[in-house]
């Protein structure tokens, strides 16, 4: 798809806006009890504090912010107060981010610090980053309570949330086609007490009221889980129409078939942004240190307790998380998925690492062999 041309309202050309007041979207210290004026635009969809502390009225003017609602490979969609355009490769962004409008040159746009990021290794054998979403404010993760139920991969989720700052919410669908959900509910609330768990029929009338709280204006809500659990179901419920495409799972193993192809955040009238993805059966822990340390915080602690600070919490004497185990006060299978975690973590972090330096190294490389051709041809 070529390049489109941004859509301005009749009433305000390109010209117009240069002169329009965007001192509202910036951090005000006046003090008063004068009655809070109405959302604006941005701040409908999602503008906060946190991103008008960087940059300036001045900047603002000659580039206006905008948001990525969309991303694929000829570009990015992008949506601002009385925009609405397509822009070229160049800014390294995901869905989420918002971008100060470069109008001459798009591809040149400037991508604002984010507030949070989900980031997961990507599939293959190369170790990249991915990057899923940016700027959300509430994860809901989503699993059916049918056999596809996995603890391991809701504490995935939920390490990828604490690692990115987010609140999560472990959403569990389909309790109308399971004879008794409580068995579900017990082992998701034990995955974490930061983590609420909220059970619901996703045809019914339920995902509104129950999800209300998180749903608010300026709010951005990211659905999050394998294919087949609900997620698009929840956001149809949570638009009243429907937006996402649906279909149901095989009856042999209860796996859904991918609906969602693409990431895609949407707004709904009342202002709350809410992001649809793709199935992820595979998440590949990187970079996410703190957020399987503060999942397993327990288990953190008591690493503390260790007659060696290198423990590995396998065979040295004096282990305090292995005596815990062996005494029946860890779970063992819950330990064992925490140093599954963080051995992957520390392997594909590391992987990273390295490569960059490798890169780095390379380029030092190329730069002094360039150097000494230039001194040879002198």
Sequence with gaps: MGLLQPFWPASACPLDRMSRDYSQFLPSNKLGSAPKPEKTFLQLHGWQPFFSQQTTVEEIEETPPVRVTRVHRNGCF????GIEMQIPP?????VGDW??????????????????????????HDRRFQLIASNVD???????????????RLERYIALAFEADVEPVIILTKADLCDDPEPYVTQSQAISDRAT???????????IAKLADWCKTGQTVAFLGSSGVGKSTLVNALFGEGTADTAGIREDDARGRHTTTSRHLRFTAEGCGILDTPGMREIQMADAEAGIANL??????????CKFNDCSHEVEPGCAIRKAVDDGRVDRARYERWQKLAAEDKFNSTSFAERKADAKAFGKVVKSAVKHKKRQTK
């Design 78 to 81: 992008v949506l601002g107060d």
């Design 90 to 94: 160049g800014p390294d962004a995901t």
């Design 99 to 124: 971008l100060l409008l470069d109008q001459i040159l798009p591809s040149n746009s400037r991508v604002l610090e984010r507030k949070s990021v989900f980031k997961r290794r990507a599939p293959g």
């Design 138 to 152: 509430t994860a809901f993760i989503v699993s059916s309570c049918n056999q596809d139920f996995n603890v391991a």
């Design 197 to 207: 768990v909220v059970l619901l029929n996703a045809l019914s009338d339920e995902p």
């Design 296 to 305: 397993f915080g327990d288990l953190t602690e008591l690493a503390l307790q």
